[in-house]
C-alpha cells in the first residue's frame, strides 16, 4: 500500500474486554514499531520486530500487552483485559533497514487507533 | 537514559516569521535524529532525518541542524504558513544501548495566524 495502514481507527471498550489492533505495514518494511502516545505526553515505545528476529518486547507495560507480526508484515497488538489507564492512540511505524550498514531509514507512521476504555 | 525535551511546547506566530523549534537531549552517543510533524487525529510525518555525522539537513523552508556534543537540534521554518500549524515532534535514535528504540519528545505545538 502507499502507506501505513492501521484499523480500527477508533476503538471504545468496556473495561475488563480484550482488544486487538491490526497494523499493515508498507510494502517492503521488515521494521516494525508500536508506540503508545498518550494525551500531552511523548510517544511511548511499545515492541520493535525486525525480519525473522526475536522482537524487542522491552516497552511492553504489563504482562496484559502482546503483540505478533505474521508472515514478516501484519502485526497485531493485543491487549487483554484493558484498564482505563490503557486509553491512548496506539502508532504503527515501519522502516526499511539498509542492509549494508544494518541501520534503518526514516520511520513511517500510520494514523493510529484511538482506545478509551469505559 | 535518554532524555529529550522540546521548548516551548506551544508557540503562535504570525503568518511569514522565520522561526526555530528547538530539541535536546541528554546522551550525545545517538546514531541520528528525525523531525516529524503530527496533525490532529494523524500520525507522525517525517520531515528531515539527520544521521549523526551530518551536521544539518534542508527541505524545502525547514532546515535541521544536529549538534551533537552540546544535546541539541533546531528545525528551522522559514515563512511560516498557516498550514505549518501542526505539532513537531523530534526522536532520536541511540548509538549503542536500546539501539531499536527512538526516543520521542514531547513536541511543539505550532500555531501559525493568517
Known amino acids: 500500500g502507499a502507506g501505513v495502514s492501521q484499523s480500527p481507527s477508533n476503538k471504545v471498550t468496556e473495561k475488563g474486554k480484550d482488544v486487538e489492533l491490526r497494523c499493515d505495514p508498507i510494502?517492503?518494511?521488515?521494521?516494525l514499531y508500536w508506540y503508545r502516545q498518550s494525551l500531552g505526553q511523548g510517544l511511548e515505545f511499545l515492541i520493535y520486530?525486525?525480519?525473522?528476529?526475536?522482537?524487542?518486547k522491552s516497552g511492553l507495560p504489563s504482562d496484559r500487552f502482546s503483540a505478533e507480526r505474521t508472515g514478516g508484515s501484519v502485526s497485531t497488538l493485543t491487549i487483554q483485559r484493558t484498564q482505563q489507564e490503557d486509553s491512548a492512540v496506539y502508532l504503527c511505524?515501519?522502516?526499511?533497514?539498509?542492509?549494508?550498514?544494518?541501520?534503518?531509514?526514516?520511520?513511517?507512521f500510520g494514523n493510529g487507533t484511538r482506545l478509551t476504555v469505559t | 537514559k535518554q532524555e529529550v525535551t522540546q521548548i516551548p511546547a506551544a508557540l503562535s506566530v504570525p503568518e511569514g516569521e522565520n522561526l526555530v523549534l528547538n530539541c535536546s537531549f541528554t546522551?550525545?552517543?545517538?546514531?541520528?535524529l528525525q523531525w516529524f510533524r503530527q496533525d490532529p487525529g494523524k500520525g507522525l510525518t517525517s520531515l528531515l532525518l539527520?544521521?549523526?555525522?551530518?551536521r544539518e539537513q534542508t527541505s524545502g523552508r525547514l532546515n535541521a541542524s544536529l549538534d551533537k556534543s552540546s544535546g541539541r537540534s533546531t528545525l528551522y521554518i522559514a515563512a511560516s504558513q498557516p498550514g505549518d500549524s501542526a505539532t513537531y515532534l523530534c526522536?532520536?535514535?541511540?548509538?549503542?544501548?536500546?539501539?531499536?528504540?527512538?526516543?520521542f519528545g514531547s513536541g511543539t505545538k505550532l500555531n501559525v495566524k493568517p
Open positions: 511505524a515501519s522502516s526499511r533497514v539498509l542492509f549494508r550498514t544494518g541501520l534503518n531509514s526514516p520511520l513511517h
Open positions: 510494502s517492503g518494511h521488515t521494521a
Open positions: 520486530f525486525q525480519g525473522n528476529s526475536a522482537p524487542d
Open positions: 546522551d550525545s552517543a545517538i546514531y541520528n
Open positions: 539527520i544521521q549523526s555525522s551530518q
Open positions: 526522536a532520536v535514535r541511540p548509538l549503542l544501548y536500546n539501539f531499536n528504540k527512538f526516543y
